[in-house]
């Protein structure tokens, strides 16, 4: 069963930029869809975006779109979420998930 580990969450301040990290532990990565989740504190988990397989396709919630970017390489079995211009209501777990299995998560804390 494929694992994934997101990395990369921070303190940033608002206004600026922060790419997440999603390293899967084997190569089924590269033939599943993979989406990006959030949760903020008191707050139900939030759809990001989900990309196809081999990314021709992706789509994003309004809340992102224009903002974020999700990429994957699939030789590397990684997928990434490019997050710009970020607001304090950005400010959440972020999770990376295929089919029903869903890393640990990764803080990102928006404030200045």
């Known amino acids: 069963q494929v694992q994934l580990v997101e990395s990369g969450g921070r303190l940033v301040q608002p206004g600026g930029s922060l790419t997440l990290s999603c390293q899967a532990s084997?190569?089924?990565?590269?033939?599943?869809?993979m989406s990006w989740y959030r949760q903020a504190p008191g707050h139900q988990r939030e759809w990001i975006g989900t990309?196809?397989?081999?990314?021709?396709?992706?789509n994003y919630a309004d809340s992102v779109k224009g903002r974020f970017t999700i990429s994957r390489d699939n030789a590397k079995n990684i997928a990434y979420l490019q997050m710009s211009s970020l607001k304090s209501e950005d400010t959440a777990v972020y999770y990376c998930t295929q089919t029903s299995i869903w890393g640990q998560g990764t803080q990102v804390t928006v404030s200045s």
């Open positions: 084997d190569s089924s990565f590269g033939t599943l869809n």
């Open positions: 990309t196809t397989p081999t990314g021709a396709y992706t």
